[in-house]
Each structure stands twice: as C-alpha cells, then as structure tokens.
C-alpha cells in the first residue's frame, strides 16, 4: 500500500527565512502528488499538485515543489515565509488509478517574528 | 460559488450512540470524499462516492458506512460510537475524481464522551 512520509513533525522559522518541508512517497508505477495547507480551525486547502509534465511545481503564494522520482520526494519550499504562512501542510500521494488520496502525518509550519 | 458545506459542525456523543453527518458539495461537483483526521492516525480515507455509487473504501469497520444522493450530497453514518471515533471528519468534493483539484469543507468535530 502506497505511504506517505513527512519528516519532520514540526518546523519552527523566522520570518523572511527560507523554509522546506520534505515528503518521501512509497514508489509506485505512476503518482500524482499534491501538497495541502490546514489553517487552524479550517479544512483544507490545495496548494499546488504534481499530475505530470514539469517536475517544478508553482504555487501562487510562492510555494513551490519538485517531484523528485528517483529519490521519490516531492519537498515543499519557499525562499521568504511570511507570519501568514503559519499553518500544517500535509503531503498526498494518488496512486494512477485509485481515487484514495493517502496523506502524510503533516508538517506544522511556525513563523515567528 | 458556495464552497463544501458540512453539518453540523461540532457533535457531542456517547458511547453506544450512532450519528449522521452531511455533506453538500461544490454545484456540479459529482465525486464525495470523507476523511477522519485525529491526533494520533492524521488524514485517513473513509470513503468516496461518485454518482451514487460508492468507489472506493479505506479500512474502516463496518460501522463506518455512508451514502450519496442523486443530487450529490453525501451522508455518512458511525453506528456503535466508541471513544476512539472522537475525531475531526471532513469531506472533500471534486469534479469527477481525486485527481483533480479535491475542495474541502470545514468539518465536523465529533467527540464521543
């Protein structure tokens, strides 16, 4: 069954510091791979997804993820993080095929002043 | 447009119990996912319907079962509450399948006492 790892639990940053959440995926033939954002209090939202093409994917708040197949990663970064970029971003992978998007245990991202 | 809405938003049950959560999709939306999402486990898949028909199922109990309607609200059932249950559900709602972009709703905090 397809798995979901994010390494680190809890990620503590300044503001305006770069900042990258990783996420591993069990291999499989064929993945699409999203990242999603959780303020608190809230459901989700999507921020940017992986289907094909570009391994570069954008984001508009300036988040950005690379699909990694060899290293079967698809880490999350950002070159500046804002106060307003405090949230918990979990990683899914879709397995081509199955409509079962599997998460990860998510990241809580803390930007501090 | 009106995003996902849920029903209600916070419960309170007791052990032995059973509840009925709701869930309106996006207008035009056809596929119904519902997720439980706790401290401990995360984001786990419960179920995901399309058309009225259930597609796919994560592994849960039996006592976890839902059904969707023709105008693609969905409902979801937990019979024999048990305290383990206590738990955030949300439903997400896509145009056909998980592979696009999956709209969450704010979800519904059952705590079972």
């Known amino acids: 069954a397809q798995s979901v790892t994010q390494l680190d639990s809890q990620v503590p940053v300044f503001e305006e510091a770069p900042v990258e959440l990783r996420c591993n995926y069990s291999?499989?033939?064929?993945?699409?791979l999203f990242w999603y954002v959780q303020y608190p209090n809230q459901g989700l939202q999507l921020l940017l997804k992986?289907?094909?093409?570009?391994?570069l994917v954008e984001s508009i708040n300036g988040f950005e993820a690379e699909f990694n197949k060899s290293q079967t990663s698809f880490h999350l970064r950002k070159p500046s993080v804002h106060i307003s970029d405090t949230a918990e971003y979990f990683c899914?992978?879709?397995?081509?095929?199955?409509?079962?998007?599997?998460f990860g245990k998510g990241t809580k991202l803390t930007v501090n002043p | 447009k009106a995003g996902v809405t849920q029903t209600p938003r916070y419960l309170i049950k007791t052990r032995g119990q059973q509840v009925t959560l709701s869930c309106s999709p996006i207008?035009?939306?056809?596929?119904v996912s519902w997720y439980q999402q706790t401290p401990g486990q995360g984001l786990q898949f419960l179920f995901e319907?399309?058309?009225?028909?259930?597609?796919n199922k994560g592994n849960f109990p039996g006592r976890f079962s839902g059904r969707q309607f023709s105008n693609s609200r969905s409902e979801m059932n937990v019979s024999t509450l048990e305290l383990g249950d206590s738990a955030l559900y949300l439903c997400?709602?896509?145009?056909?399948?998980?592979?696009?972009?999956?709209?969450f709703g704010p979800g519904t905090r059952l705590t079972v006492t």
């Open positions: 291999s499989s033939v064929s993945v699409y």
């Open positions: 319907y399309f058309s009225e028909t259930q597609r």
């Open positions: 997400a709602s896509s145009l056909e399948a998980a592979i696009y972009e999956q709209y």
């Open positions: 207008s035009g939306h056809r596929s």
């Open positions: 992986y289907l094909s093409g570009s391994t």
């Open positions: 899914a992978v879709l397995e081509g095929g199955s409509e079962k998007l599997v």
